[in-house]
């Protein structure tokens, strides 16, 4: 799937990008205020005493660092795979697109990704795809319907336009979304209390078959865009 198994930036241009599947949303809970704050507030401060750890912030006997940056925020690598279970977890503690004036790229990876999205008070996650979503709505089961709404992608060539599928987490909500192999997606965060929970079923699995020099946890991403966006094009969430 990629050029350079090694670049941890690569980027593929978006105008002949086709995805080949689409993103699987499933609405999970929804939770009171408090509640939901002491959640996403205890997974967060995984997060960050691990950026304060130099345990974990070095590599381990493996080759991985646990602790890194991504676009999106800062992630701690809670379960390492090993012989014969080829998955990995993750968690991420959100950077507010708001504080940072940028919002994350448009990008796909070489696996599937299992992904928990938890928000607290005062905070959404708004999700991009170049595809529309798939929502699961069991009627009596599923807690709520997210809205979706679809915009232009910011920042293409001048020839190039793409619709980008959107789909708003509300504030106090628990949801998953199945990522498949190579689907296009970004996670923007606004407000200050919001991570993820994410499973990479076969990151290791990655590593041998796009022929990786070694382990690294940005190598499995390809980009759909050179720059980071401006956050305006990720914070309204009125569109």
């Given at each position: 799937?990629?050029?350079?198994?090694?670049?941890?930036?690569?980027?593929?241009?978006?105008?002949?990008?086709?995805?080949?599947?689409?993103?699987?949303v499933t609405p999970v809970?929804?939770?009171?205020?408090?509640?939901?704050?002491?959640?996403?507030?205890?997974?967060?401060?995984?997060?960050?005493?691990?950026?304060?750890?130099?345990?974990?912030?070095?590599?381990?006997?493996?080759?991985?660092?646990?602790?890194?940056?991504?676009?999106?925020?800062?992630?701690?690598?809670?379960?390492?795979?090993?012989?014969?279970?080829?998955?990995?977890?993750?968690?991420?503690?959100?950077?507010?697109?708001?504080?940072?004036?940028?919002?994350?790229?448009?990008?796909?990876?070489?696996?599937?990704?299992?992904?928990?999205?938890?928000?607290?008070?005062?905070?959404?996650?708004?999700?991009?795809?170049?595809?529309?979503?798939?929502?699961?709505?069991?009627?009596?089961v599923t807690p709520f319907?997210?809205?979706?709404?679809?915009?232009?992608?910011?920042?293409?060539?001048?020839?190039?336009?793409?619709?980008?599928?959107?789909?708003?987490?509300?504030?106090?909500?628990?949801?998953?979304?199945?990522?498949?192999?190579?689907?296009?997606?970004?996670?923007?965060?606004?407000?200050?209390?919001?991570?993820?929970?994410?499973?990479?079923?076969?990151?290791?699995?990655?590593?041998?078959?796009?022929?990786?020099?070694?382990?690294?946890?940005?190598?499995?991403?390809?980009?759909?865009?050179?720059?980071?966006?401006?956050?305006?094009?990720?914070?309204?969430?009125?569109?």
């Amino acid at each position: 799937m990629k050029r350079n198994a090694d670049s941890a930036d690569e980027v593929h241009d978006v105008a002949d990008f086709t995805d080949t599947a689409r993103n699987a949303v499933t609405p999970v809970l929804q939770l009171p205020g408090n509640a939901a704050l002491t959640v996403v507030e205890a997974f967060a401060a995984i997060v960050r005493n691990a950026k304060r750890n130099p345990s974990a912030t070095t590599r381990d006997s493996d080759g991985i660092t646990r602790s890194q940056t991504f676009e999106e925020g800062d992630v701690y690598m809670l379960e390492t795979p090993f012989e014969g279970f080829f998955a990995d977890r993750y968690l991420m503690d959100f950077h507010d697109v708001a504080e940072r004036d940028v919002c994350s790229r448009m990008h796909l990876h070489t696996g599937l990704r299992f992904v928990r999205m938890m928000t607290g008070p005062d905070t959404r996650i708004r999700v991009g795809s170049l595809a529309p979503f798939e929502v699961t709505h069991v009627e009596g089961v599923t807690p709520f319907r997210p809205r979706t709404f679809e915009d232009v992608l910011p920042d293409t060539p001048a020839d190039v336009v793409r619709t980008r599928y959107n789909l708003i987490v509300p504030p106090c909500s628990f949801v998953d979304m199945q990522i498949p192999r190579g689907v296009s997606h970004q996670f923007n965060a606004i407000g200050p209390h919001a991570v993820i929970d994410s499973v990479h079923p076969e990151e290791s699995v990655e590593t041998f078959r796009e022929g990786m020099a070694g382990y690294r946890m940005t190598a499995q991403t390809v980009f759909l865009s050179e720059e980071l966006p401006a956050a305006h094009t990720c914070a309204n969430l009125n569109a």
